[in-house]
């Protein structure tokens, strides 16, 4: 079983729709969490930093953790066509550490 | 902002040859790490650094060596460049003693013929 799980997609919505987008981990370990959205052929973009539980918004993008299922949430309010990228999750122990785990990614297509 | 910069964004390099990845940061950031990043894989650690001439090995260090003599650049060297270390190349760095968020460049896509 992988530290972390991450549906690969692709996930294709509507312009304006909310996306959820989602990753399991199975070490309780984990206390930092991050994403990243990666345009095709560019590097990872960080999006969003959380520690331990609860929710952080940015603008359109609201991170949730809830440690108690092992389970992370990136919400896209309005999503747009600019949007279609991979989003990776990412989450590391805590500080001291070098190690970080990241998801394989999920596939996001918002059409016009 | 954070800006970490690689030498090159794509690059053709022959089975046998000495390949160098060269990857620089404006912030700062004691951390620097190399993964490689394969479809259906995601990113692998290859090797990482928390100071300047200081170095440990990722998950997949085999075929790789690294160096580190400024804080700001942290390069990547295979040794002997093989058809199986095709992959996007990414670096990335972070500050303090480690769990802080990382920073990622823009990635070198290595195609070894």
């Known amino acids: 079983q992988k530290e972390v799980e991450q549906d690969p997609g692709p996930l294709s919505v509507p312009e304006g729709a909310i996306v959820s987008l989602n990753c399991t981990y199975s070490?309780?370990?984990?206390?930092?969490f991050m994403w990243y959205r990666q345009y095709s052929r560019k590097g990872p973009e960080l999006l969003m930093y959380?520690?331990?539980?609860g929710n952080k918004e940015d603008g359109r993008f609201t991170a949730q953790v809830d440690k108690s299922s092992k389970y992370i949430s990136l919400f896209i309010r309005d999503s747009q066509p600019s949007d279609s990228a991979t989003y990776l999750c990412a989450m590391t122990t805590y500080p001291g550490t070098y190690k970080y785990i990241f998801g394989t990614g999920t596939r996001l297509k918002v059409l016009a | 902002d954070v800006k970490v910069t690689q030498s090159s964004r794509y690059l053709v390099k022959r089975t046998g040859e000495k390949v160098f990845l060269e990857c620089v940061q404006d912030m700062d950031h004691e951390n620097m790490f190399w993964y490689r990043q394969d479809p259906g894989l995601g990113l692998r650690l290859i090797y990482f650094s928390y100071d300047v001439k200081m170095k440990e090995k990722g998950d997949i260090p085999e075929g790789y060596s690294v160096s580190r003599e400024k804080k700001e650049r942290f390069s990547l060297i295979l040794e002997s460049a093989s058809t199986n270390q095709t992959s996007m190349y990414l670096c990335?760095?972070?500050?303090?003693?480690?769990?802080?968020?990382?920073?990622f460049g823009p990635g070198t896509r290595l195609t070894v013929t």
């Open positions: 959380t520690y331990s539980s």
């Open positions: 070490n309780s370990a984990f206390q930092y």
């Open positions: 990335a760095s972070s500050s303090g003693t480690g769990g802080n968020e990382q920073y």
